[in-house]
């Protein structure tokens, strides 16, 4: 079957802005081909070698970062602010990662009648697919580390987001980082990544997208006991306990929930909010809501982009029952998919709204008495990426963190993610961890060498 184009759409006015190759299972299996001979030699480039050709990389990308952040802007409808962080975590990535290329070494230990020492080899050849979201991050931290251990990376971008990752693969190509090494592969999920998922020579699949498409992956990789990483789908909780600084408190919920349009895995879609402040709290959340700014996000002052698609609108205006709506925000008109922030309460926790992934900008709010119910709540989720809490008492800050299972929380802050600390999920959340120091180790085999002396 010879591939075709597909249509790039800009979900900000609906403009076609490109058009992107679609491959075929049999053009992604010969990629898949020149990555495992790219690999072989990949893997024993010298390690100060290695690492300073993703220095390279990430300076390369540090300097065409506003290039970068425009392109993402026009394809995912991301605001400006937010496509230039984007941008410069894939070059903090690849920085960090090349410092752990030369510190990636095994262990001796000690045994009787001999020598023990154990070696860190690459894995082999994998794949990266990732979704529409974050596109140009996402990817980052599944390749930074990867090519950091010695492997080489087959990368499928989302179909409707290819565009920074096709401009990725040039600069790593620009960089120096060799022919093969790093490929993009553009196409749908079903054809690229599916074929990915089942060719023999990729090691490792590391996967961000929903959970039902996470757990298809996770069983057709057990036929070949292929290595996974999941990052899947999210509900967190924001806790606001009647002891938080109610004005900061109340000004950064919206952002935790409607930035990039509540599609992000750790939107805190579920707000918590103790009885004895509910009135207080609500007055000034209502008012920051009706503050945040929707607009053509390539303006520096947008706080808040379209939704991806047509069809995703769809999906999350399914879920809102406008007899629930407290309140809402504003939007523009279109052209463009564009939906306001909308505040949904008095739904018990049986409500889809309550226990689904909208991946809009829509929160609910859920009242609680104390410490016990606000944990029990929160935990009231088949899901456990992120979280926050928020208080004056650090001992029961932390006491409710240590309670909240979900792998990422914060405390008087929305923050999630640091390059520099781990990032995953418990739960259908996901399997595995990104980021942080540790993560070049689960791009690696353990060998362990015994001589007898
Ligand atoms: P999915 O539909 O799961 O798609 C994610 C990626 O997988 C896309 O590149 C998609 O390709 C591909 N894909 C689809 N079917 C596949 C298959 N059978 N085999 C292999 N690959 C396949 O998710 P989405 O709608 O793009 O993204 C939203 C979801 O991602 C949400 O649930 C969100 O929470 C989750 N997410 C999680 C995180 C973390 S870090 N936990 C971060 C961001 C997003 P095509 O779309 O091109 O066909």
Same mark, same amino acid.
């Given at each position: ?84 962080? &984007? !941008?410069?975590?894939?070059? +903090? *990535?690849?920085?960090?990662?090349? @410092? %752990?290329?030369?510190?990636? $070494? ?67 190509? &620009? !960089?120096?980082?060799?022919? +093969? *090494?790093?490929?993009?592969?553009? @196409? %749908?999920?079903?054809?690229? $990544? ?81 009885? %004895? ?177």
């Amino acid at each position: 079957m010879s591939s075709s184009l597909f249509d790039v759409v800009n979900p900000s006015n609906e403009s076609q802005i490109s058009q992107v190759v679609r491959n075929t299972p049999e053009q992604t299996s010969r990629a898949i081909e020149r990555s495992t001979s790219a690999f072989a030699s990949w893997k024993l480039v010298p390690p100060s070698q290695r690492a300073a050709l993703l220095r390279n990389f990430s300076e390369t990308v540090r300097s065409h970062v506003k290039e970068l952040a425009d392109i993402e802007v026009a394809n995912s409808g991301h605001t400006i602010s937010n496509a230039i962080w &984007e !941008a410069n975590n894939v070059a +903090d *990535v690849l920085a960090y990662y090349s @410092g %752990s290329v030369e510190r990636l $070494g095994g262990r001796e230990i000690p045994v009787a009648q001999g020598i023990d020492i154990t070696f860190k080899e690459p894995i082999g050849p994998v794949g990266i697919i990732v979704p529409w979201n974050f596109p140009m991050p996402i990817a980052s931290w599944g390749f930074g580390p990867a090519l950091a251990a010695g492997c080489t990376v087959v990368l499928k971008p989302a179909e409707v987001t290819p565009l920074t990752a096709i401009r990725l693969g040039e600069l790593a190509l &620009e !960089a120096g980082i060799p022919e +093969d *090494v790093f490929q993009v592969v553009t @196409g %749908s999920g079903s054809d690229v $990544g599916e074929t990915m998922v089942l060719d023999r020579a990729i090691r490792k699949i590391v996967f961000t997208g929903s959970s039902a498409v996470g757990s298809r992956i996770q069983r057709l990789a057990a036929d070949q006991i292929k290595r996974v990483t999941l990052e899947l789908g999210g509900k967190s909780a924001n806790i606001i306990f009647d002891d938080a600084d109610l004005d900061k408190a109340a000004a950064s919920a919206p952002s935790s929930v409607f930035d990039n349009a509540g599609q992000d895995c750790c939107a805190r879609s579920r707000l918590l909010v103790q009885e %004895s402040i509910y009135d207080k709290f609500m007055e000034r959340f209502e008012e920051a809501v009706k503050g945040v700014r929707v607009e053509d996000p390539s303006l520096e002052t947008s706080q808040m982009g379209p939704l991806i698609t047509a069809s995703h609108r769809e999906s999350v205006r399914s879920y809102v029952d406008e007899s629930l709506v407290l309140f809402k925000g504003s939007a523009p008109e279109g052209p463009g998919f564009w939906y306001p922030p909308t505040v949904i309460g008095g739904i018990d926790p049986s409500h889809r709204l309550f226990r689904e992934e909208i991946f809009g900008p829509v929160v609910t709010v859920t009242k609680f008495k104390d410490e016990q119910e606000a944990i029990a709540l929160a935990n009231d989720s088949d899901y456990g990426l992120s979280g926050s809490i928020w208080t004056s008492n650090l001992g029961r800050g932390l006491r409710v963190a240590r309670g909240v299972q979900s792998g990422n929380l914060s405390v008087n802050s929305h923050s999630s993610v640091r390059y520099s600390t781990p990032f995953g999920g418990y739960k259908m959340s996901g399997l595995g961890r990104e980021l942080g120091p540790d993560a070049p180790d689960s791009f690696c085999e353990v060998k362990n060498v015994f001589i007898s002396t």
